[in-house]
């Protein structure tokens, strides 16, 4: 069965630094993997996807099968990064998603 | 386009009831899946329904159950209610197409006191 590990459950970091958020998943197959974020107060959104190859809000994540993992990074933190970020993967088409336990980002000012 | 709604918004049950969760997808998105969201486990999957049809089941009890209309709409069912099962449940829907994005709603915030 598929699993997404999400190692750290509170990251701070002061506004300016780099950010790296961890995940690794367990999937025999070519999974699709997500990265979700929820800011305050607001619904769970999707952030990026490994397929789209693309940066958003500054974030990049590289898919990388050896280490099988898929980890989030910003170059330069912002407080209005602050938020719960969720690592998931799918198998493809309509297959359920799995989640990890997720993140907790405070980028201190 | 209106967004996934879910209602109620919160929700404070005694043990031992039971409870019905209602989820309105994003029109023409025919994939409607559950999640029960707590600080310790994170999202966990509970089932997803796509065209009226189950297509994919959680580990949780039988207590868990659901079901989805012709018009995508879906409901979620907690028999017996536990102190456990205190948490915000979401709904999420997904559209057409191979790899396609999942759509959250607000969530229902259950207590059971």
């Known amino acids: 069965a598929q699993r997404v590990t999400q190692p750290e459950k509170l990251l701070s970091v002061f506004k300016g630094a780099p950010v790296e958020l961890k995940c690794n998943y367990s999937?025999?197959?070519?999974?699709?993997l997500f990265w979700y974020v929820q800011y305050s107060r607001q619904r769970l959104q999707l952030l990026l996807r490994h397929i789209s190859r693309e940066s958003i809000k500054g974030f990049t994540a590289d898919l990388n099968k050896g280490e099988t993992s898929f980890h989030l990074k910003k170059p330069f933190a912002q407080e209005e990064d602050s938020a719960m970020y969720y690592c998931?993967?799918?198998?493809?088409?309509?297959?359920?998603?799995?989640f990890g336990t997720g993140t907790k980002l405070q980028v201190i000012p | 386009k209106a967004g996934v709604t879910q209602t109620p918004r919160y929700l404070i049950k005694t043990r031992g009831q039971q409870v019905t969760l209602s989820c309105s997808p994003i029109?023409?998105?025919?994939?409607v899946s559950w999640y029960q969201q707590t600080p310790g486990q994170g999202l966990q999957f509970l089932f997803e329904y796509f065209s009226e049809t189950q297509r994919n089941k959680g580990n949780f009890p039988g207590r868990f159950s659901g079901r989805q209309f012709s018009n995508s709409r879906s409901e979620m069912n907690v028999s017996t209610l536990e102190l456990g099962d205190s948490a915000l449940y979401l709904c999420?829907?997904?559209?057409?197409?191979?790899?396609?994005?999942?759509?959250f709603g607000q969530g229902t915030r259950l207590t059971v006191v």
């Open positions: 998931a993967l799918s198998e493809g088409g309509y297959q359920k998603v799995t």
């Open positions: 999937y025999s197959g070519s999974p699709e």
């Open positions: 999420a829907s997904r559209g057409q197409g191979d790899r396609s994005e999942a759509f």
């Open positions: 029109s023409g998105h025919r994939s």
